[in-house]
């Protein structure tokens, strides 16, 4: 067993903290930080405070074993993501980890939902913000499919589109109203797919998933079903490990999750 010297004495805790401005929206993010070398760090103490015209509208904690993680990363925006004509503010959260997880968290600022929070956990792959016909967008990726039907590093993410609801408060999947991107994406599962297929070592099975997902969303379903029995006979689902559903068993496991998770509908 070996002990610290009793001389190495803890950093002391450091606040740092982040300020916005946008038009009569302020925010202020406060966290506090202590070193421990090598880039190592404890964070507690996640603080946010928001004020319209002055008025304090939020006023919140925030600190989480996640969010306050040693490999946490935090940063502070004033965004319109609800439509309203009013910035809300925006907490975006990286909590460390291996292929995990980038948080957000909505704070209103304006209306009947003024003050209150809304949290979405947008897994690996993150998102980024997009302006469509007047409308902010979330461009993100079904973090769901990671790790289901094979092992990360061979998953499809098929894409996602979100939406902030100012009525309801809520994070709602627009996915369909984008089918441009939707498009997009499955050309890129199919070039992976057909990259794979056949091989003695390959594992299609995770982008092979992705773009059985978006042709779904394009109303190609029959496409999917026809290139699953095809690769089915071939063999090409069976040529991977067996940790997960393979050959007959993984065609049954997509088509379940599939409709469970609303792509077939």
């Given at each position: 067993?070996?002990?610290?010297?009793?001389s190495?004495?803890?950093?002391?805790?450091?606040?740092?903290?982040?300020?916005?401005?946008?038009?009569?929206?302020?925010?202020?993010?406060?966290?506090?930080?202590?070193?421990?070398?090598?880039?190592?760090?404890?964070?507690?103490?996640l603080?946010?405070?928001?004020?319209?015209?002055?008025?304090?509208?939020?006023?919140?904690?925030?600190c989480?074993?996640?969010?306050?993680?040693?490999?946490?990363?935090?940063?502070?925006?004033?965004?319109?993501?609800?439509g309203?004509?009013?910035?809300e503010?925006v907490?975006?959260?990286?909590t460390?980890?291996?292929?995990?997880?980038?948080?957000?968290?909505?704070?209103?600022?304006?209306?009947?939902?003024?003050?209150?929070?809304?949290?979405?956990d947008?897994g690996?792959?993150?998102?980024?913000?997009v302006?469509?016909?007047?409308?902010?967008?979330?461009v993100?990726?079904?973090?769901?499919?990671?790790y289901?039907?094979?092992?990360?590093?061979?998953?499809?993410?098929?894409?996602?589109?979100?939406?902030?609801?100012?009525?309801?408060?809520?994070?709602?999947?627009?996915?369909r109203?984008?089918?441009?991107?939707?498009?997009?994406?499955?050309?890129?599962?199919?070039r992976?797919?057909?990259?794979?297929?056949?091989?003695?070592?390959?594992?299609?099975r995770?982008v092979?998933?992705?773009?059985?997902?978006?042709e779904?969303?394009?109303?190609?379903g029959?496409?999917?079903?026809?290139?699953?029995?095809?690769?089915?006979?071939?063999?090409w689902?069976?040529?991977?490990?067996?940790?997960w559903?393979a050959?007959?068993?993984?065609?049954?496991a997509?088509?379940?999750?599939?409709q469970?998770?609303?792509?077939?509908?």
């Open positions: 067993m070996v002990c610290s010297p009793a190495a004495a803890a950093a002391p805790w450091k606040q740092i903290a982040f300020q916005r401005h946008a038009g009569p929206v302020s925010a202020v993010m406060t966290v506090e930080r202590q070193s421990h070398g090598d880039g190592f760090f404890s964070f507690r103490k603080h946010l405070v928001v004020r319209v015209h002055g008025k304090t509208v939020v006023d919140r904690q925030l989480s074993g996640l969010r306050c993680g040693p490999g946490s990363h935090h940063s502070l925006a004033l965004q319109n993501v609800a309203d004509g009013q910035a503010a907490v975006s959260i990286y460390g980890g291996a292929h995990c997880c980038f948080d957000t968290i909505v704070a209103f600022t304006n209306g009947p939902r003024a003050g209150r929070l809304v949290e979405h947008f690996d792959p993150g998102y980024k913000g302006r469509y016909e007047g409308l902010y967008t979330f993100t990726a079904d973090d769901r499919f990671a289901t039907f094979t092992a990360f590093a061979a998953s499809g993410l098929p894409i996602q589109v979100l939406t902030l609801d100012p009525v309801s408060g809520r994070f709602v999947d627009v996915t109203t984008r089918l441009d991107l939707v498009g997009s994406d499955a050309k890129v599962w199919w992976a797919y057909v990259s794979q297929r056949g091989k003695q070592d390959g594992d299609v995770g092979l998933a992705a773009w059985c997902a978006d779904y969303r394009l109303h190609q029959a496409a999917c079903s026809a290139e699953l029995a095809r690769a089915l006979k071939a063999g689902l069976s040529r991977a490990p067996e940790l559903p050959g007959p068993k993984f065609v049954s997509l088509n379940r999750d599939l469970r998770w609303g792509y077939t509908g």
